[in-house]
């Protein structure tokens, strides 16, 4: 069963899904964070007893996170297939995945960062309101800097659960390894190359956890004694 | 140069169990360069009224004028940048914990547009000014509460303010800490002429700084006026039982290890003490146990305490064999007390 695997052209296969997925992954999260960082910003302050309160704004954002979020990720894909083709020009593939994806990340997104926003501590933005801090500063300077380190393990979690969308975007003809994985080990019953591909999606998820994990806690400065100071 | 004045002034919070009515016409004359007590039990409204004194909560009724003019005739920029006259020190410190002490420091000079570099040469001096120039690369983890409460310190005066609140800033804190980081607001309100507005429950801090002090009940000021007056003439029931909490706090604290003083201290050395109207503002005796982590036994007190001044003589008798005698004795002499001998004692 892993003759089919040594084959050079299955090789050249594999690595360009891996291409594919990375690509996928990562462009749709960063897609994803450029439109749900501000939204969640956004979620954090109009909320009542927020920085800015504005009850409309909140609810409004609020309804379309949680309509998005509760459809199942295949559906959305399926629904958005229109929109895709419109932006993309096509359908199918990896970059019209892109387009599901970053929709599917961004309210996601929003209720992630939300949430690490929420987190800062009361008293450290009173002290900031209480120096004739603005809402933009402190934001920018108070919300976003002490939440950071919640923010980056919050960003390892949305790369893994958009990796494994991209994978479940492969059952309809969505590119990379989920695709191959459903290709070869559900149509064709070649269970080596099923194998090899969620091995391959394990260890990338494992890699972005790794990484993102070292950063943030690189980053913090709120553990006594090492990596803190200077 | 800075009066708070606070008239009529009322707080009624909504909430779902219906409304809480934090203060109660509270009218208040905080003049320039006093350091203003505030007391009462913990939900007396005192971090509400302190919070009205900058705006951070808006009145429902009544105002507060700094300086003259009503913050409420401010736009929300305005009130802005007049905050920035008003410093504000806590509890908990609310230092930010992912940046440095500098950068915390340099953080409202930042608001207030200062160049990196000027606000870097400030948060040097203000650094110095609070000891801690050696911690200057250092996170807020790293920091005691007594070190972060000297940060927050620093980052108040860094906007060069001429009024100070603070609420509740020795809570958290221990005696020995709590009395130097007074002494720390005492010095900064008689070198820069601050303002300062000191919110506690504890009547020994007001004992030990504060020149007047309004006590707060149920969110209605029962009595204000001198420290002296007060302490000498309570008028109220709660400021009677403020007192009565706080009686002989600064001459019978405990020893360190909470044993009795008197029986473990062995015979040495006793001493006359003699407090005038120079003496210091403060529990001197007490201080003075808490910094060298040493008992002395009281044979003899007879003093009158006056606003936190002490006036009459003490007769002390040291440890035998102390081995800090001659720095407690300098300690007290630098308080402004006459030490001398006790030959009646001997
Ligand atoms: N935002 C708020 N919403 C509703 N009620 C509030 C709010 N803030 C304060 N209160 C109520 O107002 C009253 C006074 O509270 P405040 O925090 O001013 O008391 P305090 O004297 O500072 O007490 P403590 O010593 O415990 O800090 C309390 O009954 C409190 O529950
Ligand atoms: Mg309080």
């Known amino acids: ?230 | 140069m800075s009066d708070i004045i606070v008239e009529n002034l009322s707080k009624t919070f909504l909430s779902k169990d219906g409304t809480v009515e934090a203060l109660k016409n509270v009218n208040l004359e905080i003049h320039s360069g006093d350091i203003y007590g505030i007391i009462g039990m913990s939900g007396a409204g005192k971090s509400t009224l302190v919070r009205c004194l900058n705006y951070l909560e808006v009145p429902t009724e009544g105002r507060v004028l700094i300086d003259g003019k009503p913050l409420s005739s401010f736009s929300e920029k305005e009130l802005r940048a007049e905050r920035q006259s008003i410093g504000m020190i806590f509890q908990h410190f609310n230092l930010l914990m992912q940046k440095s002490v500098e950068a915390n420091v340099c953080f409202p000079m930042q608001i207030k547009g200062k160049s990196r570099a000027d606000a870097r040469k400030r948060a040097a001096e203000l650094l110095e000014l609070v000891g801690l120039s050696e911690k200057r690369k250092s996170y807020p983890a790293q920091l005691s509460g007594g070190q972060k409460q000297r940060v927050a310190i620093a980052r108040a005066l860094a906007m060069d303010p001429k009024i100070l609140l603070c609420d509740e800033a020795t809570s958290a804190l221990d005696p020995q800490t709590t009395v130097q980081i007074l002494e720390l607001l005492k010095e900064i309100n008689q070198k820069y002429g601050i303002t300062i507005v000191i919110i506690t429950h504890q009547m020994s801090v007001v004992r030990a700084i504060c020149s007047h002090v309004a006590i707060l009940k149920d969110g209605e000021v029962a009595e204000t006026g001198l420290v002296s007056d007060i302490f000498a003439h309570p008028k109220t029931q709660v400021a009677k039982e403020l007192l009565r909490n706080d009686v002989g706090n600064d001459v019978q604290m405990k020893a360190p290890d909470g044993a009795k003083t008197k029986d473990k201290i062995q015979h040495g050395e006793i001493i006359r003490i003699v407090f005038s109207e120079n003496s210091a503002f403060e529990p001197v005796i007490a201080n003075m146990m808490l910094t060298f982590q040493e008992p002395v036994n009281i044979l003899k007190a007879d003093t009158k305490n006056v606003g936190g001044v002490a006036k009459g003589e003490m007769i002390l008798q040291f440890r035998k064999h102390s081995q800090k005698k001659e720095e407690m004795k300098q300690y007290l002499l630098d308080r402004g007390l006459a030490v001398g001998e006790a030959p009646e004692y001997v």
């Open chain 1, 1 to 230: 069963m892993f003759e089919e695997l040594m084959k050079p052209q299955t090789i050249d296969m594999i690595l360009k899904g891996i291409r594919e997925t990375l690509y996928m992954t990562l462009f749709s999260t960063l897609l994803g964070y450029v439109f749900g960082l501000p939204m969640g910003v956004l979620l954090t302050i109009s909320d009542e007893g927020g920085l800015w309160p504005h009850k409309l704004l909140y609810k409004v954002l609020d309804v379309i996170v949680n309509i998005v979020r509760s459809i199942p990720f295949l559906i959305l894909l399926i629904v958005l297939i229109p929109f895709t083709r419109f932006v993309t020009g096509k359908g199918y593939g990896p970059t019209a995945t892109v387009v599901s994806l970053t929709v599917a990340a961004i309210p996601f997104i929003a209720r992630v960062v939300e949430s690490s926003l929420k987190e800062v501590d009361a008293g450290v933005i009173e002290a900031a309101k209480s120096m004739g801090a603005g809402t933009f500063r402190i934001v920018w300077k108070v919300l976003l800097v002490e939440a950071r380190t919640s923010l980056i393990v919050n960003a390892t979690i949305v790369v893994g659960t958009i990796l494994g969308y991209s994978a479940m975007a492969g059952t309809v003809g969505g590119g990379g390894l989920g695709d191959i994985a459903v290709r070869y080990g559900y149509y064709r019953y070649e269970v080596g190359i099923m194998i090899v591909t969620v091995v391959l999606l394990v260890l990338l998820v494992q890699i972005f956890q790794t990484i993102g994990m070292l950063i943030a806690r690189r980053l913090d400065r709120r553990r006594t004694g090492t990596g803190a100071a200077e």
